[in-house]
């Protein structure tokens, strides 16, 4: 009877034990399955900051001011900036370089833009030349002459020379075709000639592809455009100045007179806004040649 007693008192030991141990088991599968999802939340949450501040998106407004012969190029790069960054808005204000400088100065815009190099007396200022502005003189494919100095050029357009027998060529009366009047290229030719408001013309005309065209139909006529746009063109030819010829390499190099800088002015010592840095670094890295080639300019990067 005691033994009886003794085993099943042994027994109900071990259900009791077995018993308690299946208990503890649960709790903590249960604290494991708990802490678990816990643990991943924390990452992911601390993930997610992460990738949003790694991805912070560009935004702000970037304002610049100045030159109009400038607006071909600025536009262009301007577009392209802003489909890549869509949260940036950048403004251009056609005041004139004169004004555009002013205002980088006094920081009424983040950028100046300016078509001549800055003056020693434009002081506390920096000019970073983002393309050069070359300008092609043409002539009828027929016609006699193939080169002109910048003073024969400025003689011809404002009137002291009439006839192509005066440089060389064929007894024709020449015929001087320009630009309308707040075209950047006519802005960019009368100030390289020193012909502003003294021009003579026979035409007057509203786009480079009309001047090309004009001087291709007219034996004696002479012409200006963007040499990006002369390139390849029939019924033309384009003058060498003062022998030299206007390519893209002459223009970079100085040697063809005809030409003047774009320039992009800071104020020396402020630091530009985050989005205005880097629009600066846009305009004036390798990525926007092609951009300010197909504008009409060369590019200097």
């Known amino acids: 009877m005691k033994k009886v007693l003794s085993l099943m008192l042994a027994l109900a030991m071990v259900i009791a034990l077995a018993s308690c141990g299946s208990n503890g088991s649960t709790d903590s599968n249960k604290g494991g399955a708990s802490s678990a999802p816990a643990a991943s939340s924390a990452a992911a949450d601390e993930n997610k900051d992460t990738s949003a501040d790694s991805g912070k998106a560009l935004s702000g ?3 610049t001011n100045g030159s109009t012969s400038m607006e071909k190029v600025i536009g262009s790069l301007m577009e392209e900036f802003m489909a890549q960054n869509k949260d940036v808005t950048v403004t251009y204000d056609p ?4 004004t555009g400088i002013e205002s980088a100065s006094n920081g009424s815009c983040d950028i100046g833009l300016s078509s001549r190099a800055l003056k020693d007396t434009e002081t506390g200022l920096v000019g970073t030349t983002i393309a050069l502005d070359g300008i092609a003189i043409i002539v009828n494919a027929n016609c006699g002459v193939d080169d002109l100095s910048v003073e024969q050029i400025s003689k011809i357009y404002t009137g002291e020379i009439t006839n192509w027998s005066e440089v ?3 007894d024709l009366e020449i015929a001087c ?3 309308e009047s707040g075209s950047g290229t006519r802005d960019g030719f009368e100030s390289i000639t020193d012909t502003k408001d003294k021009c003579v013309l026979s035409q007057e005309l509203t786009s480079t592809g009309a001047v090309i065209s004009a001087v291709a139909s007219s034996e004696n006529a002479i012409g200006y455009a963007s040499l990006s746009a002369v390139e390849g063109q029939s019924g033309i030819k384009a003058l060498t100045v003062n022998g030299v010829a206007c ?3 002459t223009v970079k190099d100085g040697s063809y007179e005809i030409q003047r800088p774009f320039v992009m002015v800071t104020k020396e010592g402020a ?3 985050e989005a205005a840095q880097a629009f600066f670094d846009f305009a004036t890295s390798a990525d926007a040649a092609d951009l300010i080639r197909s504008a009409g300019a060369v590019p200097v990067a």
């Open 61 to 63: 407004t970037v304002s």
């Open 95 to 98: 005041t004139g370089s004169g």
């Open 168 to 170: 060389g060529g064929a």
């Open 177 to 179: 075709i320009g630009r």
């Open 247 to 249: 390519t893209e390499e």
């Open 271 to 273: 630091k530009l806004s």
